[in-house]
């Protein structure tokens, strides 16, 4: 469609309609200016009449005023108001009739100025009527100038108002439509309805415009469209997070509930497991020189090596573990860091409130300590004392070899039982750095090397969450009392004590020696140093073995040592070595239950 210029055919109305009113205008200035003599020329014509009529009673005088009445009549009839008369613009038939009474009067003047009155009063009529033509004449053209006048006008202003009607038109049906057609439009854009209809034009402005707005209405939709899916974008991560948060909530409450121990460890990574669709999730726990602790979810972990993901557990430089998964589907990255920093510090919340129950323990074993010296330990020498002082005393005649057996009994058991008491004072008295069992193990075998050359060796493999605060005492008592009968009775030169946990997840504490064997522990089978030995064990719901170092006290078999080593593939693989047994000597096992259940579920 061939495009015109809205503006250029506005000006054009415009200069049409400015040329014509001019036009109009200079027409009638001109026809004024030249009416403006018509009056005068005939009042000029009129007066030509009253003095014919005043020279024909001259024409009888013969006087010389009469000589005077001619030339102002010639004055008149020659006078500039009716010189036009004669002019170009003038109309031939005034220019005839004013030469017809020029002529006529040249014959009325020679009649006057023959004094023929008769003759001249003959003509006068003749000569008035000449000139009564000339004044119609004259009145007709000036009469037709105001007509033309009139009808110039008439005619000027129905063009201007047909061309304006035309332009009106015009304007309604090419302007104003399409731009009510733009401003409906730009309504129907306003309430975020983005399909319009734009008018067709034919002009370059409308249609500049029409592109324009049609233009802003579809980037007006893109960005409302990428708008809505932000929106919906941003609502939908609001309320994965929202789920996230609660999530995590939810399990934050779980894991510091109750005691923070396997049963709720798992119970967090199966909520995690279920809630991320994933196929396999772990999670392992390490501590300095300790074995992992491996918490697996419902379904396991696989056997073959398979890529997995990993999430560190670090708290400040300390790296605790990690929690490793196997997902088909790309994890969760912030759930899963967010996850393993709660798991972190549930685990260092945790393991800080241990220390603080094992230092309460400890602060209240030290008031016992020193609470059992005051008052049991001062009546314990206080009854050695007395039985030296009755076996002294004591009649040779009253002595018997009952009673002196009885006495030795006495003193034996006094004896034994200070120095049972003086053992769990120093047990009771340890100095540690840190509140844990194995720093309680190293500061008790550090006070027993102290007191003997025998090589003590402690190998210990147990994390902290394994044990309670309160089963630390009768493991410490017990293995004290086990070293300690090592160092008297079973002259040894090596005692190892082993800490760890079995496949079957029973925790085991044992001291071998090689010594004589196993043949005094028969011998002092009815000390009741074994006797509280086997009751603190059962209140540990566990049992105390005694065996002979080269066997194993559960199923007689070759002890073995079971150490768990991590690939570079993530996988865990367990390797079996022999463990380098004594040749000789004893050993007393520890086995009681962990307050966690096996790493294998």
């Not at 170009?88 to 009067?105: A, E, F, N, R």
């Not at 309604?172 to 129907?188: D, F, G, I, W, Y």
């Not at 300690?484 to 071998?512: E, F, P």
């Not at 040749?583 to 579920?601: C, D, M, R, Y």
Request: charge should be negative; charged fraction near 20%; include cysteine.
């Amino acid at each position: 469609m061939k495009q015109g210029s809205l503006t250029s055919k506005i000006l054009g109305v415009m200069l049409v309609l400015i040329l014509l009113s001019s036009s109009l205008a200079i027409f009638a200035i001109i026809n004024l200016s030249y009416s403006l003599g018509d009056a005068r020329a005939i009042n000029a014509s009129g007066s030509l009449r009253m003095q014919s009529y005043r020279l024909m009673f001259y024409a009888n005088s013969g006087s010389e005023d009469a000589q005077e009445k001619i030339v102002e009549f010639e004055a008149t009839l020659h006078s500039e108001a009716l010189q036009p008369s004669t002019g170009w613009l003038s109309p031939q038939k005034i220019t005839d009739q004013y030469q017809l009474v020029i002529d006529k009067w040249l014959v009325m003047k020679y009649y006057i100025e023959q004094e023929n009155s008769r003759d001249y009063a003959a003509s006068l009529k003749d000569f008035v009527d000449t000139i009564d033509l000339l004044v119609l004449e004259m009145e007709h053209h000036a009469a037709f100038k105001l007509r033309l006048l009139a009808a110039s006008q008439i005619f000027g202003l129905g063009l201007m108002l047909f061309i304006a009607f035309l332009a009106v038109r015009f304007t309604k049906r090419k302007v104003v439509v399409p731009l009510q057609q733009l401003m409906e439009s730009a309504n129907t854009i306003s309430k975020g309805n983005f399909e319009i209809e734009m008018p067709e034009t034919e002009y370059i402005e409308l249609t500049a415009l029409t592109h324009a707005l049609q233009k802003t209405a579809k980037e007006l939709a893109t960005l409302y469209g990428n708008l809505e899916s932000q929106v919906t974008e941003k609502t939908l991560a609001l309320t994965r997070a929202n789920n996230e948060l609660a999530f995590l909530y939810d399990n934050l409450l779980t894991l510091n509930a109750n005691k923070l121990d396997y049963k709720a460890l798992k119970a967090v990574l199966n909520q995690l497991k279920n809630y991320e669709s994933l196929d396999y999730l772990r999670l392992i726990i390490q501590y300095p020189e300790q074995e992992l602790e491996i918490i697996q979810a419902d379904g396991g972990w696989p056997s073959d090596p398979v890529a997995s993901t990993r999430f560190q557990l670090q708290f400040e430089q300390a790296d605790l573990g990690y929690l490793e998964l196997i997902s088909a589907q790309e994890p969760n990255t912030a759930l899963f860091n967010n996850f393993a920093i709660m798991l972190t510090r549930s685990i260092v919340i945790h393991n800080a409130t241990e220390q603080r129950q094992q230092l309460a323990l400890m602060e209240e074993r030290g008031v016992i300590a020193r609470e059992l010296h005051d008052s049991l330990g001062q009546v314990l020498s206080f009854l050695k004392i007395q039985i030296s002082l009755l076996r002294k005393n004591l009649d040779y005649s009253c002595r018997s070899p009952a009673v002196e057996n009885q006495l030795t009994e006495i003193n034996e058991g006094v004896s034994t039982a200070y120095v049972q008491l003086r053992e769990l004072l120093s047990t009771f008295r340890l100095t540690i750095k840190e509140p844990n069992l194995k720093n309680a193990l190293e500061a008790m075998l550090e006070q027993l090397r102290t007191k003997t050359d025998i090589q003590i060796n402690l190998d210990y493999k147990l994390a902290p969450q394994w044990l309670e605060a309160k089963q630390h005492i009768h493991i410490l008592q017990i293995t004290r009392e086990a070293t300690l009968n090592a160092i008297k009775h079973a002259n040894a030169s090596i005692i190892n004590i082993r800490c760890y946990k079995d496949d079957k997840g029973m925790v085991n504490i044992s001291v071998s020696d090689n010594g004589i064997g196993i043949g005094y522990l028969k011998e002092r089978d009815q000390h009741f140093g074994i006797g509280i030995m086997h009751e603190r064990a059962s209140k540990l719901a566990g049992y105390v073995v005694f065996s002979s170092n080269s066997k194993s006290p559960v199923d007689g078999q070759t002890e073995v040592t079971q150490q768990t080593q991590q690939t570079q593939s993530g996988t865990l693989t367990t390797t079996i070595d022999s463990e380098q047994s004594l040749p000789q000597g004893t050993k007393v096992t520890l086995i009681f239950p962990s307050q966690q259940e096996p790493a294998n579920g």
